[in-house]
């Protein structure tokens, strides 16, 4: 896409990438990204907000030269991460007079992952303004909006927030704002579990802290921008919000059959009981999705069954994953079956220090299922469903 005018002197000069599935080595990209910058020309100085994943550094480079940009005097990072700083070498080269506006902590980690020079940066503290002319930034200090030296940039005048990842969401679209918001509110809980979740209770103070801005737009630097804030911060109120839902995710795996049976007559149990049920074959699921199960629910069940005296590795994958990502659940239970024993419940529960959970009785056979199995599985059903009603999880 060319660069796109958002305001009078406010640029989108970003980068579409459609075909990237991959982020992080680890996350599922269905859709797609993109890495937005924005250019911002104020009467007397230009700014630059953050630039493009280094894979797409010709596209950024390609815009700046379409708008005839001859000096740059910022180039705001407002995060580290390469996907946003990796083209910032290339852009400092083309316009050295350039000064890069970063948190404290930001200029370390540049310094340590694009070997930025020191003399380079400009350091800016949370609320300091750099005046543009007849425009105005002002840098909002917002830590952990995934990084520990990430900030939030705020053009004054036309009441705009760069946030960088914050609000974003991996979605590859030729739309500048939001146009379909079902499709934009999953990508962007998706993102949000993904990549926001473990900071939970800091997001709620940065959203604290922006609750005191007029904000008309929001500019995120992955996916679409939001002309109507009010519906990705309430999205967001509602994700970062105690209590859970009145839903159980089960993420499982079955070798041999065995604990499929079981978590087919448990799902059935608790939908049964009126309790929403989430189940995620470990063996093909899109880890995305069972993340974003994750934001809502009350209780999680693990199905798994029993290798080599311990869980099985997919198991033990959707275990650590719940455990980094660190979701409000509440209840934690574990479902499986076994050829001669071993200790699946001992290591699994080991594996979620993170969780704040009660451990339910967990229910583990031997082979087959039986009759007794059965109805251990309906009493650990009865106890999920009666614990959700007592919390009031609706
Ligand atoms: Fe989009 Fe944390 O980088």
Redesign the pocket.
């Known amino acids: 896409m060319k660069p796109r005018e958002i305001k009078r002197g406010v640029y989108w000069v970003g980068a579409i990438d459609w075909d990237r599935r991959l982020f992080d080595a680890l996350i599922p990209l269905p859709d797609g990204t993109s890495?937005n910058a924005y250019l911002i020309k104020g009467n007397k100085k230009t700014a630059l907000i953050d630039t493009v994943d280094p894979t797409m550094k010709d596209v950024l480079i390609n815009h700046l030269n379409e708008l005839k940009v001859k000096s740059i005097d910022y180039v705001v990072a407002n995060?580290a991460?390469q996907?946003?700083s990796g083209t910032i070498p290339q852009v400092l080269e083309k316009y050295p007079e350039a000064r890069l506006v970063v948190t404290p902590k930001c200029k370390d980690m540049l310094i340590d992952l694009l070997l930025v020079p020191e003399e380079k940066f400009k350091t800016v503290a949370d609320r300091e303004t750099i005046s543009l002319g007849d425009r105005t930034l002002e840098f909002i200090h917002a830590p952990w909006v995934?990084?520990p030296e990430t900030m939030l940039t705020y053009l004054r005048e036309d009441r705009i927030l760069f946030p960088?990842?914050f609000f974003?969401s991996h979605l590859a679209t030729t739309d500048l704002y939001v146009t379909d918001e079902g499709q934009v509110y999953e990508a962007a809980k998706r993102y949000y579990a993904e990549?926001m979740m473990p900071f939970r209770t800091t997001i709620q103070k940065n959203l604290e802290k922006i609750r005191g801005y007029e904000i008309s737009l929001i500019a995120p630097?992955?996916g679409p921008m939001y002309d109507k804030p009010e519906f990705i911060i309430k999205a967001y109120n509602s994700w970062v919000s105690d209590p859970p839902k009145n839903i159980v995710v089960i993420p499982y795996i079955s070798m041999h059959g065995s604990t499929r049976q079981m978590v087919a007559y448990f799902v059935e149990a608790l939908a049964q009981k009126g309790v929403t049920v989430q189940q995620f074959d470990l063996s093909v699921t899109d880890i995305g999705k069972l993340a974003m199960a994750l934001v809502d629910a009350a209780t999680v069940v693990i199905g798994a069954p029993t290798v080599l005296a311990g869980p099985h590795p997919n198991a033990a994958y959707a275990a650590f994953l719940a455990n980094a990502l660190r979701p409000k659940v509440r209840f934690v239970s574990i479902i499986g079956s076994y050829g001669w024993g071993g200790k699946t419940v001992e290591q699994l529960a080991a594996m979620i220090p993170n969780l704040k959970v009660e451990v339910l009785e967990p229910v583990l056979c031997q082979g087959l299922p039986r009759e007794a199995d059965f109805k251990a599985l309906d009493r650990l059903a009865d106890t999920i469903a009666q614990k959700h009603k007592e919390q009031d999880f609706a």
């Open positions: 890495y995060h991460e996907d946003h995934h990084w960088c990842d974003g990549i630097s992955h």
